[in-house]
């Protein structure tokens, strides 16, 4: 019902149940959760089909203030580093 899927708990044990069951998977996140490395190895040993990136404004002023979260545009640089350096097929989404 809406919300950041990486944050559920029971998504890295779905997720691996729908790769192993043959599903070609693309995962729409907002991207801040990218580096933490229980994630990465997930999607090193289950590779998506891509991962889209909701990218919210084009600078930390902008992308904070449409979030309302200070810091959620480093979250993203954060994540977005971590993902590109593990090779994952990244898309970005601009939320207009």
Known sequence: TGGEPTMDPDFQNAYRYAWLSGMMLTVSTNG???FRPDLLQLFRECPPYRLVVSMYGASEESFDALTQRRG???AFRR???A???AGLPLRINVVV
Do not use: C
């Open 79 to 81: 994540g977005m580093g």
């Open 72 to 74: 959620a545009w480093k």
């Open 83 to 85: 993902a590109r350096a």
């Open 32 to 34: 801040s959760l990218l």
